[in-house]
């Protein structure tokens, strides 16, 4: 994935996502201070402690510009 800025209101979006998804696949019963832990960056290598946390992560952040893409073609065709 390029570098590119989101908007505040696509971060937002994007966190949402994210959260939404760490609820999802924790049946509810995710640990606040546990995805904390895996987010927290590696010092040594830069990545984060939970590899599939920065997978979704990104996948979240597609997600949410996929749909501004799809927006901006669906008013570009009106």
């Not at 800025?5 to 696509?10: G, T």
């Not at 990104?58 to 893409?69: G, H, K, Q, Y």
Request: without cysteine; glycine residues 8%.
């Amino acid at each position: 994935m390029k570098h590119q800025r989101l908007s505040p209101e696509q971060a937002f979006a994007a966190m949402a996502m994210f959260l939404d998804g760490y609820h999802a696949r924790t049946g509810g019963r995710g640990n606040l201070g546990a995805l904390l832990g895996d987010l927290e960056v590696n010092k040594r290598d830069g990545l984060t402690v939970d590899p599939a946390a920065w997978t979704d992560w990104l996948t979240a952040v597609e997600e949410v510009l996929a749909r501004d893409r799809n927006k901006q073609l669906v008013t570009a065709r009106r």
